[in-house]
């Protein structure tokens, strides 16, 4: 029997190392490299896919001895919440090594970043250890870190500096509430499966506890009044950069709220999920208003996914409030969906918002209109990822919004005028759409070539996926159910 | 006798060596000096492995052999040897190469002798020993920031040295006795307790370079040879730091020790970082690092005595720290001691550039890297014994620090145009060293935590 679960782990990170190791390659057999790897990688996640997984704890496990003297211990597996996020990450690294081949400056240290970001990523959502997972969570900060100083925009040193060090300063106290739950834990173990089947903290601990890991969480996701870090990075990040951030990494921090937050500190969550509850509304709503705001096409979708992640943050308080398993297993089953779906969407729309620029070298939405007649292409292919965004039906978005809003109507009714966040959005993207695409054509744009082949490859994956979520998200939802369906709090 | 002294043949070997290069020097023979150094410093090494696992001490209780002497050995003895091959290139060639490796050695003892010290008075031993090879180390270039840096330190280290001496008088008027074990006896006269220990943490704080007694240790670094500030950095620091621990070991919690090493724990590390952010010269950033990291140090030696991580913690962090730190130095020997003269380095040199990335990223304690380990575990010493105020101090620094060693990586990918100097052949090998060792120590710590468990 294959470990699977490793070999889709470290299959990119054998590619890194290969690329490091030639002596001397050309741009070409770098790029190659690295799309076989991710390529093969993609072939793992979808063989996990297949295994499925089934049902209560975990499944395709595999565990090695690393420091048993203080119960650390290499352990990797997935449930229906982490398997999702793995399938997401291998394709969105796929299409986005497929994108990055175009990349002369520099590409083997970008490639092999980008295949560590890929290990880190898969190894995030696997890591059954607390000091594993501490560690993926960290690495990838490192490796976007140099992503964002080495190959962004004009402010890039500034921007990187700013990520760094508030997501560092946001990790640590994780690392607090990881010591805590192990310090805790009768029989000490870093095993995450053990904290989860019988949560070690209780009472003012586990809420102490709780609070750290919310810090940690809300600036990753990140959730108003952390988000500030997101706009900079994301602006001067590199197309691949913000797609990785945004359709990747934001997840880690609302894959840690459930499988941390929720599931290991079930009790303070329950008691503090109102609170909760109002962050990832106000998230919502703050990021819808400060999208429509913006003139500038990255920072626009930068912020609408502030929104979509406050959703996610509603869906788990929905679920954390609850006491009614089916209510908690619809919002879990919306929060996961709606994470996958993100990825997708705004992956999509952030490698468009990068081909405009590319072409135009700005993103002030104020200098195009038209361009759906220049480059009908592109201008189709925004306007079908625009509309997934803002959550039309037969589009990814639609099912995950749908349950977490129905959940959260079935506990805290109140809550729902987080529903006003999709009208805000719509007139957001309706009215980007307008100035951007539609109106006639500007003379100095004339000459813009429509996608090239490499560029349609890498944007339809992610378009077909939408529309085939959006359309049956039961391919999906069924894995996810499997696991929140049994969930117990 | 005969056993007490068997246990003892990695010390004798080391004052072996340390005579043998220096009567190699008196033949005008520096070559041959070093390479006894350096073999017999590894001989040494070998002859430790077999004492691992022991615990017990000797000549009366008044040398320990145990986990913090025997790791002592097995993480000084290897770092004295990469320095010495740091110090080839800065004394190559001058008069009297042969008596810096003779000094090293020497101080290197002091260090040994400080780390496994079960008696006050070795305490005053060890701090005299790597002083007075020390002071001669730094004053050995012979030029006026030399002689000052010497000076400076000569001075600083006589006046806390004595007031050690002074506070053990009250230990040993109080126990009527000179073994830190029997200093639980004097619990009649706590007065006297907390005086002796506070005057011991004056002389081992200036040579671990705690704040408030750390003046002399940037000026001392930037004055004398770089490899010597390398080597200041790790071998005596991490003997005082070692001995502190075996005092704190028999010191009853009720007499308040721990506040007082709480306390100096945050000053350092607070300070020393807040210092390292303005510098513009490598050395002396590199400087107050080192002072911060010695805070880190102290989260360890809170938990002495109360919890089981506490030793672990401090002896895993100690061998991190001193391949991080001794690789970070290597870099800067064979680079520069400005931030100037990083420009560009990262691209001129790809797999120097990735070193000190690394060497850096580890001291900020970015997993999976050695200083990840080290510190995860001091932290988790320190909340064990209800200290989680100060692991959240530390962990607040640790973001400071980042910003800190930043200042090194940022300009390092810049593009510059500069012709690099190239370096010697022996910084690189210390750099490749210390490097495979900082991804050792952190990937495979359990050979660590192995071999202090039982």
């Known amino acids: 029997m294959l470990p699977l679960v490793s070999l889709t782990l470290f299959l990119p990170l054998a590619g890194a190392v290969l690329i490091l190791c030639l002596p001397k390659p050309t741009a070409r057999t770098v790029h190659g490299i690295a799309i076989v790897s991710a390529a093969l ?58 994108y990055a081949s175009s990349l002369r400056d520099r590409p083997r240290a970008y490639v092999a970043l980008v295949l560590l970001l890929e290990t880190t990523a898969i190894g995030t959502f696997t890591a059954l250890d607390g000091i594993l997972f501490y560690v993926f969570f960290e690495v990838s900060l490192v490796s976007m870190y140099f992503m964002i100083a080495g190959w962004g925009h ?47 903290l209780e009472g003012a601990a586990a809420m102490w506890a709780l609070i750290a890991m919310l810090i940690t969480f809300a600036v990753k996701i990140p959730a108003v009044p952390l988000h500030t870090w997101l706009p900079a990075a994301h602006v001067q990040a590199p197309t691949v950069g913000s797609v990785i951030l945004a359709g990747i990494m ?90 996958f779906s993100h990825g997708l969407v705004t992956g999509a729309l952030f490698f468009l918002v990068g081909m405009i620029q590319e072409r135009a070298q700005t993103r002030e939405m104020s200098e195009f209109g038209g361009l759906l007649k220049t480059v009908p292409l592109l201008g189709w292919l925004f306007v079908l990822a625009a509309f997934a965004s803002l959550g039309l039906p037969g589009l990814a ?62 944007v339809a994956p992610l378009l077909v996926l939408t529309v085939a979520t959006g359309v049956a998200p039961s391919w999906v939802l069924d894995i996810i159910h499997r696991t929140t369906s049994v969930l117990v709090l | 006798m005969g056993r007490d002294l068997a246990l003892l043949i990695p010390e004798i070997a080391v004052l072996l060596t340390a005579v043998g290069a220096l009567i190699a020097e008196m033949l005008r023979r520096p070559r041959i000096s070093l390479a006894v150094a350096v073999i017999g410093l590894l001989v040494a090494t070998g002859l430790t492995l077999r004492l691992l696992g022991t615990d017990t001490t000797v000549f009366g209780g008044s040398f320990r052999i145990d986990a913090l002497s025997i790791w002592a050995k097995l993480i000084l003895l290897p770092a004295t040897v990469l320095s010495m091959l740091l110090a080839r290139v800065d004394v190559r060639g001058s008069a009297r190469e042969g008596t810096v490796y003779s000094l090293l050695i020497f101080a290197t003892l002091g260090a040994l002798v400080l780390a496994g010290a079960g008696d006050t008075m070795f305490l005053v031993l060890g701090t005299l020993l790597t002083g007075l090879a020390t002071f001669a180390l730094v004053a050995y270039p012979d030029t006026d920031p030399a002689t000052e840096a010497a000076m400076k330190f000569f001075v600083f280290a006589s006046v806390t040295t004595s007031i050690m001496i002074f506070g053990l008088s009250y230990w040993f008027g109080a126990s009527g006795s000179t073994l830190i074990a029997d200093l639980p006896g004097m619990d009649t006269m706590p007065m006297a307790v907390i005086l002796g220990f506070v005057a011991v943490v004056v002389g081992l704080g200036y040579k671990a370079s705690l704040v408030p007694f750390h003046f002399w240790a940037p000026d001392a670094y930037e004055g004398g040879p770089l490899s010597i500030a390398a080597y200041l950095s790790v071998v005596p620091k991490v003997g005082a730091l070692f001995a502190l621990t075996q005092v704190v070991r028999d010191l009853p919690p009720e007499t308040g020790w721990t506040a007082v090493i709480a306390g100096l724990a945050v000053l350092s590390m607070t300070y020393g970082y807040l210092a390292a952010l303005v510098q513009d010269n490598v050395i002396r950033l590199l400087a107050y690092s080192s002072i911060a990291q010695s805070g880190y140090f102290l989260l360890g030696i809170v938990a002495v005595g109360s919890s089981e991580l506490a030793l672990p913690s401090i002896i895993l962090f100690a061998a991190a720290y001193a391949a991080m730190n001794l690789g970070a130095f290597a870099v800067a020997a064979a680079t520069g001691r400005t931030l100037n003269d990083f420009d560009g380095l990262g691209r001129a040199r790809p797999i120097m550039g990735i070193a000190m990335v690394i060497f850096l990223l580890s001291l900020v304690g970015i997993p999976p890297l050695a200083g990840f380990v080290g510190k995860f575990m001091l932290f988790a010493a320190a909340i064990d014994v209800q200290f989680t105020w100060l692991a959240i101090i530390a962990i607040v620094n640790s973001v400071l620090s980042l910003a800190v060693y930043l200042r090194i990586v940022v300009p390092m990918y810049r593009t510059a145009e500069k012709t690099t100097i190239s370096p010697g052949t022996w910084p690189g090998i210390v750099v490749m060293i210390t490097f495979a060792a900082t991804l050792i120590i952190g990937l495979a710590a359990q050979i660590f935590l192995a071999g202090l468990a039982t």
Do not use: C
């Not at chain 1, 560092?168 to 995450?192: C, H």
């Open chain 1, 250 to 339: 934001l997840k880690f921090g609302t894959y840690g709220l459930v499988r941390f937050a929720l599931q290991m500190t079930p009790d303070a969550f329950r008691e503090a999920g109102i609170v909760v509850l109002f962050f990832g509304v106000v998230s919502a709503i703050y990021g819808a208003f400060a999208a429509l705001a913006q003139t500038d096409l990255k920072r626009l979708v930068a912020y609408t996914s502030v929104n979509h992640m406050g959703y996610v943050i509603v869906g788990v308080a929905a679920a954390a409030l609850t006491l009614d398993p089916a209510v908690r297993a619809t919002a879990l089953d919306g929060a996961v969906l709606q994470m």
């Open chain 1, 397 to 458: 978005h639609f099912p995950a919004e749908f349950q977490i809003f129905l959940a959260t109507l079935g506990t805290t009714p109140i809550a729902v005028i987080v529903i006003l966040g999709i009208a805000i959005i719509a007139g957001t993207f309706l009215k980007a759409l307008r100035e951007t695409f539609l109106g006639e054509p500007r003379e100095r744009w004339n000459k813009m070539p429509d996608l090239s082949p490499r560029e349609i490859l890498a």
């Open chain 1, 41 to 98: 990688t993609l072939v793992g996640a979808l063989a996990m896919w297949l295994q499925g997984v089934s049902g209560e704890g975990f499944s395709q496990v595999e565990e090695l001895e690393w420091m048993p003297a203080i119960g650390a211990a290499y352990r990797v597996g997935v449930d229906g919440i982490s398997l999702p996020l793995v399938l997401l990450s291998a394709v969105l690294f796929l299409v986005a090594l497929i």
């Open chain 1, 154 to 200: 004009e402010d890039r040193q500034r921007a990187a500096l700013m990520f760094f060090i508030y997501t560092l300063l946001g990790s640590l106290p994780l690392l607090l509430a990881i010591l805590g739950l192990y310090l805790g834990s009768p029989d000490p173990t870093f095993d995450m499966r053990a904290w989860i089947a019988h949560p070690p």
